[in-house]
């Protein structure tokens, strides 16, 4: 993999614009308007691609379009600024700015074909009036994915891990990167220690050291108040039939030890993580646990029980990290607590359950979550019965690590009436993804939120059945009544699942993910809204133009970036591709729609 990165200064500042060398657009009066300077990096070799050259080479003109959101959050353009661009100048030049807060910059380098090519945004910015400001910024392909990762590149690896901490880095964790025939099994094993550093804003990727304990199919969160980062949960190894009858499965056995640490970085950015012994069985020993975040860094783990079946241990009830517990982590603070019995316990297990916050806070300021699929419900001796709802929310209490879950919603279609269109009679579903799409306001000025619930794998009567194509829905959740309407969203050509979907531009993208219950990488898929109802569900257009660029696999791992771009990190087309260790991919894919 070549990773190349050229540099260009550019000086940004409104409404009118002005090249150094070459004729710029007129310019217009502003009130009040503050100079912006860009430092733009550029990103090359393009995954599928055979070009590396400079995109400075390629742009023939610059355009910067600024934006800024109204009361309900709708972002709208204030300022569009067109340049032209001969490729060897050193630096461009933009006047006028409107100053205010909060400022969304997009800049688009246009090639020959006079096609936004090269793509950069910076979001939540200030522009202060009489004052000029410089941050770096990072073109990428548009409609394109761009390779990132280490010289070395990357292995491949399954069940990775990324997060985003401190000025909008990506800490990239664990995954398995081996796998051995056990009888009739797979056995994913040598889960990885080690850890990297993304930075979108200069394109780098650097060594962050290494975890306490190797680990894959694990959680972490980022702590905003101490800057800390909580590594959860993983399995030093999994096992999946050779046959394709079912997905990796783990038992209790295969927890790590120890099951959660505290990291931070160091002055040098890496990782120093320390745990507690003497508390781990505080936190149960979950796989792919859903991490939510509450107020002052508590953190609540739920989920993450093995699948399909559990042990005696009732994964039901979820556990609580408290950032004041006194311990022998880092700083002395920071710990999972023991929590009294039928303390925040859910309407079922949820092993493999996707989870979203809602956009919108409560009226006590406090957080709310929805909780979508993993819904095998749990009897009192931990033996697992018929599966529970399908859909539940957790809504944190204005008492500091309190809060419930709250399975009391009814499914609704489109006439407001009860509907079995969505039925748990077809089984438990696991590892769906659940994207939040925002707030909606009805006519009587009440809002909504909504969901798009993508994907997954079912679980009934003792078979597992592969993903199926019908698992797409819009969620609408009236929260106040208690009510969700629930929509089908067609488009998919396959069922997926271990893929990733991203709300980004108003669209949701999926991500690769496995079409079968051993392999089969999928590809791209747009929803995008639809033009002809703006609130009804989102429809699947022609595939993406970069989907013959990508290289299909689940198990990956993948987070928006502040530049709604998105990182995708490993995966797998198949779980016999761990047997080859080398050629993991790592990119960023930047939607075409972000740049019209």
């Not at 990297?196 to 905003?224: M, V």
């Not at 006519?443 to 797409?472: L, M, Q």
Request: charged share 20%; aromatic share 8%; glycine share 12%.
């Amino acid at each position: 993999m070549t990773l190349k990165r050229f540099r260009l200064v550019a000086v940004a500042a409104g409404w009118s614009c002005a090249l150094s060398l070459l004729a710029g657009c007129a310019a217009q009066p502003v009130p009040e308007t503050g100079d912006f300077a860009m430092k733009v990096s550029a990103l090359t070799g393009t995954c599928g691609s055979a070009s590396t050259n400079s995109p400075l080479g390629e742009i023939r003109s610059f355009k910067l379009i600024v934006r800024e959101p109204n009361d309900q959050g709708v972002l709208s353009t204030i300022a569009t600024m067109d340049s032209s661009f001969n490729g060897s100048s050193k630096s461009i030049t933009f006047t006028g700015i409107p100053a205010g807060s909060p400022r969304e910059v997009t800049l688009l380098g246009y090639t020959q074909d006079n096609k936004p090519a090269w793509y950069a945004r910076k979001t939540a910015l200030t522009i202060n009036k009489l004052e000029t400001q410089t941050v770096d910024v990072t073109l990428m392909a548009a409609e394109g994915f761009t390779c990132v990762g280490p010289e070395a590149g990357v292995s491949k690896l399954a069940f990775p891990v990324v997060t985003r901490i401190a000025s909008d880095k990506i800490l990239i964790t664990g995954g398995f990167a081996d796998e051995v025939v056990d009888g009739a099994d797979l056995k994913l094993t040598l889960p990885q220690s080690q850890a990297w550093l993304f930075d979108p804003s200069k394109g780098t990727f650097t060594d962050a050291g290494q975890l306490a304990a190797p680990r894959g199919a694990h959680s972490a969160i980022y702590l905003p108040k101490s800057g800390k980062i909580l590594i959860a949960g993983g399995a030093t190894e999994m096992k999946v039939k050779a046959d394709g009858s079912a997905p990796p499965t783990w038992n209790a056995a295969n927890a790590v030890n120890p099951r959660w640490e505290v990291c931070s970085l160091d002055a040098n950015n890496q990782l120093q993580c320390s745990t507690d012994a003497t508390i781990q069985d505080n936190v149960k020993p979950r796989v792919m646990p859903n991490l939510m975040l509450l107020t002052a860094d508590y953190v609540v783990a739920s989920g993450g029980a093995p699948w399909p079946t559990v042990d005696s241990q009732d994964f039901r009830c979820a556990d609580l990290f408290d950032p004041t517990l006194a311990t022998q982590v880092d700083g002395g603070k920071g710990g999972f607590v023991k929590l009294k019995a039928g303390a925040l316990c859910m309407n079922g297990s949820r092993a493999g359950a996707a989870m979203a916050p809602f956009t919108l806070p409560t009226e006590a300021g406090t957080l709310h979550y929805l909780v979508w699929g993993g819904n095998q419900s749990i009897s009192a001796s931990g033996v697992s019965s018929a599966p529970g709802k399908v859909v539940e929310s957790f809504l944190e209490s204005s008492n500091l690590g309190d809060g419930r879950f709250d399975d009391t919603y009814t499914l609704l279609g489109t006439d407001g009436k009860p509907t079995t269109e969505y039925s748990e009679a077809t089984g438990s579903l696991f590892f769906p993804t659940l994207s939040a799409l925002g707030p909606v306001t009805l006519d009587d000025g009440s809002k909504v939120e909504r969901f798009a619930a993508i994907g997954g794998a079912r679980w009934k009567d003792g078979v597992w059945a592969k993903p199926s194509k019908d698992d797409a829905w819009l969620l609408t959740v009236n929260d106040a009544k208690k009510t969700i309407v629930i929509q089908k969203m067609p488009g998919l050509t396959d069922g997926v699942y271990f893929h990733s979907a991203t709300a980004t531009g108003g669209h949701v993208v999926v991500s690769g993910g496995l079409t079968g219950l051993k392999g089969g990488g999928a590809t791209l898929t747009d929803f995008a809204p639809n033009a002809d109802d703006l609130f009804g569900p989102l429809v699947v257009g022609d595939a993406p133009a970069a989907a013959a660029a990508f290289v299909p696999r689940g198990a990956l791992a993948s987070l928006k970036l502040s530049n709604d771009c998105i990182l995708l990190f490993g995966g797998v087309a198949d779980f016999d591709d761990l047997k080859t260790h080398d050629g993991g991919a790592s990119d960023v894919y930047c939607p075409g729609f972000l740049a019209q």
